[in-house]
């Protein structure tokens, strides 16, 4: 241990490697590690960062006083304060994802289009339901992305929906036929063999669409709207 401690590139190590607070619970965990550690130049500059680690704990708007800004000091602030985002020096694109994922008001209001990467919105997708709406520049593969988290996330598409897309939505969320805006009865079938009740959002009913869902619900039968039809279909499950 002493040769490994008296080694200064292992304790620059330390420092590049782990958080300030785990080099804190380091110094407390090891006995005489910190004596050792303090007679280096490197323990100066681990004891002002976290200094500054408290500083924000107390008040997150310390961090725009703050001029030698890690990760674990910039994440401390925005955990409190996610607005602090504006005094961060180094916009990182770790930094972003972690501050979208805090709060949607955030994303709506607190994030320019220069940080806007694919990384970070697909981690906003993620973390709020609202998060594609906001998204400009919005490609097929993250519309699939978010459709198949949650098919309402449909509402939002911006691109042109095609059925593959609006398939994926009703297989995951049946209501989400509401959206689709050619209804096809090969995705009115996804739509209510997923929740029958989605029924009552289709244009065009089918008596195959409106078996299948009376079938599979009966609560399905009083949003068929032919009645004729309906009677039918009631008839038919009987037997």
Known sequence: MENILGFQPVLECLLGYLYEGEIENLLIAVPGIEEKFSRHASYDLYKS????????????????????????????????????????????????????????????YGLSEEYLTEKVC??????????????????????????????????????????????????????????????????????????????QYIKVQTGLVCFTAAKTNRSAIPYITDSALRLKIIQKLKY
């Open 49 to 108: 960062r976290l200094a500054s680690l408290k500083s924000v704990r107390e008040n997150s708007l310390n961090l725009k006083n703050i001029s030698d800004q890690t990760f674990e000091i910039c994440v401390e602030a925005l955990k409190k304060n996610v607005f602090t985002f504006e005094y961060v020096k180094n916009k990182t694109e770790d930094i972003c994802i972690y501050a979208v994922k805090q709060s949607p008001v955030f994303y709506s």
């Open 122 to 199: 697909y981690a906003a997708i993620s973390a709020h339901r609202d998060a594609l709406y906001w998204i400009k520049n919005q490609t097929y593969e993250m519309c699939m992305y978010a459709v198949n988290l949650h098919g309402d996330f449909l509402k939002d598409v911006k691109i042109p929906q095609t059925d593959e897309l609006c398939l994926a939505a009703v297989k995951n969320y049946g209501n989400a036929i509401k959206y689709v805006k050619n209804q096809t009865e090969e995705i009115c079938l996804a739509a209510v063999k997923r929740n029958p009740i989605s029924l």
